[in-house]
């Protein structure tokens, strides 16, 4: 069983930073893409950054690129994600999940290519 602990999020003024984390349990963790998505109330949830299993790819959504960092310790089993400059329209529920294809070339963009989830952490930014 495969399970991911989101932390790091928070309040934070619009230009601000935050680094979320995601903690993850299972021997093969170093096997898989791991990618972030993100939840805005209303709306629905989007794809916000992703690694590949190596580190060596990486792909972000338009709206945070040049902005957001994704990395991965794959000796901690841990993936995270710098975020900078932040807006107020980056205020969601961030969840980071593991992809369902072993060994991936390319990091996927699509939710759907996820098997496992966090549970999520908010992140707000004030205006």
């Known amino acids: 069983q495969v399970e991911l602990v989101e932390s790091g999020g928070g309040l934070v003024q619009a230009g601000g930073s935050l680094r979320l984390s995601c903690a993850a349990s299972?021997?093969?963790?170093?096997?898989?893409?791991l990618g972030w998505f993100r939840q805005a109330p209303g709306k629905e949830r989007e794809f916000v950054a992703a690694?590949?299993?190596?580190?060596?790819?990486?792909a972000y959504a338009d709206s945070v690129k040049g902005r957001f960092t994704i990395s991965r310790d794959n000796a901690k089993n841990t993936v995270a994600l710098q975020m900078n400059s932040l807006k107020p329209e980056d205020t969601a529920v961030y969840y980071c999940?593991?992809?369902?294809?072993?060994?991936?070339?390319?990091?996927?963009?699509?939710?759907?290519?996820?098997?496992?989830w966090g549970q999520g952490t908010q992140v707000t930014v004030s205006s």
């Open positions: 690694i590949r299993w190596s580190g060596g790819r990486t």
């Open positions: 299972g021997r093969t963790f170093s096997s898989y893409a």
């Open positions: 999940a593991r992809d369902r294809i072993i060994y991936s070339n390319d990091p996927p963009i699509s939710a759907a290519r996820y098997d496992y």
